[in-house]
């Protein structure tokens, strides 16, 4: 039970790195509305790292369809 709320806990607290018309967008996974939007994907890997490394979460990059492209630790 212990794994699986760290693991539940890990999820809440992720980073998701959308790419967007306007750039690339990072928001908190349960809190799209407190998406801020950068210029490049660099900057905002660079952020989401930042924010998920304080929560302890996970970033997940996804594509301008919705697709996951890719994963990371914090």
């Known amino acids: 039970v212990q794994e699986y709320m760290r693991a539940v806990r890990k999820g809440v607290n992720s980073q998701f790195v959308?790419?967007?018309?306007?750039?690339?967008?990072?928001?908190?996974?349960?809190?799209?509305?407190k998406a801020v939007v950068f210029a490049s994907k660099d900057e905002a890997l660079r952020?989401?790292?930042k924010d998920a490394k304080t929560t302890r979460g996970e970033v997940f990059v996804f594509n301008q369809n919705g697709a996951l492209i890719g994963q990371e630790s914090a």
């Open 47 to 49: 952020r989401a790292k």
């Open 18 to 33: 959308v790419q967007t018309r306007e750039g690339w967008s990072v928001r908190p996974a349960v809190e799209p509305s």
